[in-house]
């Protein structure tokens, strides 16, 4: 397993160091604010249900940049392993210079997706590894006329993020205790519609939170965004480039039987 998803960071790292040294691209520079909900349902020692919202801003908090829903059933293999397979929807408005959709239009987006976590700890520093599988339907516009998309072609976009987070006071993340975590992410675009983008988008966070106790804990701190768009403008890539916050709260509810007795 390590020497699989030491193979997965070194492919990814590859792809984005690629696209990252062409000179031929343009560049769009945006001040985002992410303000996030995170909940997740217990049914049992083994089954639980994610729920998620993404208030995304842009240039803060003034404008939108994207507002996603995210919903799934996980399954609790063990300690240090959970699957998760889901339903996101997502709404995307025209923001920068140059906004993602060619005609300046806000679009929906389906998603199915599948997720694997493994969950590590070494010393006082509790690793994850996240792999994600998205089958998606991207809506498009054949025409500026149009109000409503009229078209949703198929992409595929696998994601990998580690995390790593360390507690501020004691050995480990208990309750009332401040813990600081870093992670990054990278999107790789493939299959029959993918365009420009094989590389897709990166996301570093570095984070300080708070765990009051197994029920709620917040953070939020510092995020970079690199979003590569699906098509050329004027023969160039054209690279985003988003600095600024996210802010979450995550919330775990048990409703088993056993949290009843």
Known sequence: MKRFSKCILFLFILLFSFNLKSQNRISDHNQIGWYAYNGT???DDKFSVHTEYQWRRNDYIDTWQQGLLRFGLNFQLNQNVQFRFGYAWAETFPYGEIPLNGMGKDFTEHRIFE????????GIVDFSHRFMLEQ????RYSNANLDKEDE???LNRARYMVRAQVPLKGNSIGDKTPY???YDEVFIGFGK????NLFDQNRLGILLGYKFNEKVRIEGGYL???VQLGREVEGKNVFQYNNGFILSGIFNFDLSKKNKE
Not at 115 to 122: D, E, L, Y
Request: no cysteine; charged share 15%.
């Open 152 to 154: 949703f072609p198929f």
């Open 180 to 182: 600081a975590a870093i």
């Open 41 to 43: 349902f217990k049914l």
């Open 115 to 122: 997720m694997a976590t493994i969950s590590q700890k070494i």
């Open 136 to 139: 998606r339907w991207v809506g």
């Open 224 to 226: 970079n965004q690199i």
């Open 193 to 196: 519609n993918v365009g420009e």
